[in-house]
């Protein structure tokens, strides 16, 4: 199994960004997702989440109203839509998949961790 992020790269403030997460191996449909990032020198941090369905989501909360998820299950993909980015949002991205089927905020839910992308937001 597994599980990537992409679709970082570089912005000006802003200006906005569109992340996916990917599985090989198994059915993303299967698992709720979440994503987290992890700026230089900071402790990993929840970003938002969607349930297995793609009923229920949940974001931090200094981000609502800036980022969205959403999942398209045709094509088997969780996205992550980031809108007036800001330096501060500066930090490698990652989506992790969960067993269970709640838009969890822990990282303790989450089986399986993909590589990062690195997202970069210049003032």
């Known amino acids: 199994v597994q599980l990537q992020a992409f679709g970082g790269g570089s912005v000006q403030a802003g200006g906005s960004l569109r992340l996916s997460c990917a599985m090989s191996g198994r059915a993303l449909s299967r698992f709720a997702v979440g994503w987290f990032r992890q700026a230089p020198g900071q402790f990993r941090e929840f970003v938002a989440s969607?349930?297995?369905?793609?009923?229920?989501?949940n974001y931090a909360e200094s981000l609502k109203g800036r980022f969205t998820t959403s999942r398209d299950s045709a094509s088997r993909t969780v996205y992550l839509e980031m809108n007036s980015l800001e330096p501060e949002d500066t930090a490698v991205y990652y989506c992790?998949?969960?067993?269970?089927?709640?838009?969890?905020?822990?990282?303790?839910?989450?089986?399986?961790w993909g590589q990062g992308t690195q997202v970069t937001v210049s003032s």
């Open positions: 969607i349930s297995t369905d793609g009923g229920s989501t």
């Open positions: 992790a998949a969960s067993w269970v089927s709640g838009a969890s905020a822990t990282e303790t839910s989450y089986a399986f």
